[in-house]
């Protein structure tokens, strides 16, 4: 990719950033502000990701294609395909756990203080499950 392709793509990206929170901070001050501004904020994110798209894939580049292909096999990129996976993968379990003990903790303290500790202990192990996919993955990524 070029560098004004690059260039163009980083600005796009902080337009899409910058517009809707600067209408969210300096537009009128009413309730249906926040509809606006979350649809200004997809129209911009999801404009730029088909801009993105289309710089991308554009382009004619065969040469790297074909070193691409000349420098790793199919092993090399499933390796890092299964080490995404299970990253994205138990943090999402990971988060779900930690959503579900978290709250059910939350209501616990509130009605007797005295088991803090244990409530902290389940959403510890919930956050585990993330941990444990990190290291994981680093593990498949030594392999490679």
Known sequence: MS???KITLIIAL????????????LGEKKKGRYKTTIAANAFFFFGTMVVAA???FGGNDVQA????AASGDLSTGLGY????LVTGLSCIGGGIAVASAASAALGAIS??????GKSL????LAEGVALYGLIISFMILGQL
């Open 81 to 84: 395909l299964a080490a995404a």
């Open 111 to 116: 009605e007797d203080s005295s088991v803090l």
């Open 54 to 56: 289309v710089m991308m």
């Open 65 to 68: 294609a074909t070193e691409v």
């Open 3 to 5: 560098l004004t392709v």
């Open 121 to 124: 202990i389940f959403v510890g």
């Open 14 to 25: 902080v337009l899409s950033i910058v517009i809707p929170f600067g209408y969210y901070l």
